[in-house]
């Protein structure tokens, strides 16, 4: 019987979050808790071997955190201690499988793969047969302890920001054939952002190139991951500038926006990056939260979830599973990214009905209240826990 977790802190800020609004409700059904810290590790290590039981322990990480073949957790040619406690590995991959080319190699026996967008799932099983996919579990939000705020802002966004013009190097790595083939699929997803970034690229591919093998094409994906970037920061900039420049003030928490070109900067109020508390607290300012989906095409992002818990009405780009999820209404309002130019009328009419604000913020609450809160999530990740041991016996 399952009755210890390891999970992991010190990287990154919103995973380590993450793990505790997870490991909370762990805690409270009885389980035993080990936060291994990635900043200490020589600590952490003599700690978690004193922590484990074979047979009676887990690893829950994000983004391969405790995978990455870490000082103290991996031996060249013994493998990672998990396998050598029996420790199955689930691990939640908070981007697309893409992402983790170089990741997907040398993992434990027991490696567990979970992600949160189920296109992400479709590619993971067609792309990487070889790994158990364990299932589909959605980012989730948190509602801060209710307490009166005024809702002194009007539309905040909460992430970073990054010019495309990062991504010119990339682009332009090897020739100018290259550089026109990348160009290409670019223009084709910008200029249909209704498309996945491996949809387009793959048509592209196997026009130039005809059929490869999914071992040649995954490894060609990995290497144009700076177009998942540069779409998904284009977009961003884009909806954020059309609202500034419609006269519409929106603060934003994060690195880069000062270099957002915009025709009215002074309604583009700039605030630095905050941790992920802090964003629930300047939500719990706001009247509207914007959001632009990190290329989620059928998945969610924490971002709606949290905006909806604690009132904020979100303006968000659409995913085939928030539609399903959340109504329009719901805490929610759908926008259309080849229709931007209708988006600042329809904010400001929700900015001044504060009524119809909390009517639409008490129906999306009682949605994402019972169904996407982190408390969810894990209870999802013990069902699957308690049916691999049933598995197993």
């Known amino acids: 019987m399952i009755k210890k977790i390891v999970m992991f802190i010190g990287g990154v800020e919103t995973l380590e979050y993450f793990s505790y609004r997870m490991g909370d409700e762990f805690q409270r059904q009885g389980y035993s808790v080990f936060y291994y810290d990635l900043e200490h590790p020589a600590q952490s290590v003599r700690r978690v071997k004193k922590f484990m039981k074979p047979g009676e322990t887990v690893l829950i990480t994000f983004n391969f955190e405790g995978l990455e073949k870490e000082e103290g957790l991996y031996e060249e040619g013994l493998g990672y201690i998990w396998e050598s406690y029996g420790i199955p590995c689930y691990n939640i991959a908070a981007d697309h499988p893409y992402y983790y080319e170089n990741r997907l190699k040398d993992l434990p026996k027991d490696y567990r793969h979970i992600s949160i967008d189920r296109l992400h799932e479709k590619y993971f099983k067609e792309f990487y047969p070889e790994f158990f996919h364990q299932g589909f579990l959605p980012l989730a939000g948190t509602e801060l302890p209710c307490v009166e705020s005024e809702r002194s802002m009007d539309v905040v966004m909460t992430g970073n920001f990054t010019p495309t013009s990062f991504c010119e190097p990339y682009i332009h790595w090897i020739n100018d054939e290259y550089a026109a083939f990348y160009q290409g699929i670019i223009d084709d997803i910008i200029a249909h952002p209704t498309k996945t970034v491996e949809e387009t690229a793959l048509c592209h591919c196997e026009r130039e190139m005809g059929k490869e093998s999914n071992e040649d094409l995954r490894v060609a994906l990995y290497k144009m991951i700076f177009i998942d970037l540069y779409v998904r920061n284009y977009w961003r900039g884009e909806t954020v500038r059309t609202l500034v ?25 700039l605030h630095p990056q905050i941790t992920s508390v802090e964003c629930l607290e300047q939500l719990r300012k706001a009247k509207v939260s914007l959001n632009v989906m990190p290329w989620f095409k059928d998945g969610a992002h924490d971002r709606v979830f949290n905006s909806v818990l604690n009132g904020a009405v979100c303006f968000t780009d659409r995913s085939g599973y928030l539609c399903e999820e959340l109504k329009e209404g719901e805490g929610v309002c759908y926008y259309e990214l080849e229709h931007l130019a209708l988006l600042p009328d329809n904010v400001k009419k929700i900015l001044s009905d504060e009524k119809k604000r909390e009517e639409m913020i008490s129906k999306g609450r ?6 996407h809160t982190w408390v969810n999530r894990a209870e999802t990740m013990l069902g699957w826990i308690r049916e691999d041991v049933r598995f197993r016996r």
């Not at 009682?366 to 169904?371: E, G, I, K, L, Q």
């Open 245 to 269: 420049d419609s006269g519409i003030q929106v603060d934003v928490f994060g690195k880069g926006w000062e270099d957002l070109a915009c025709s009215h900067p002074e309604n583009l109020i």
């Open 366 to 371: 009682a949605v994402v209240s019972s169904r």
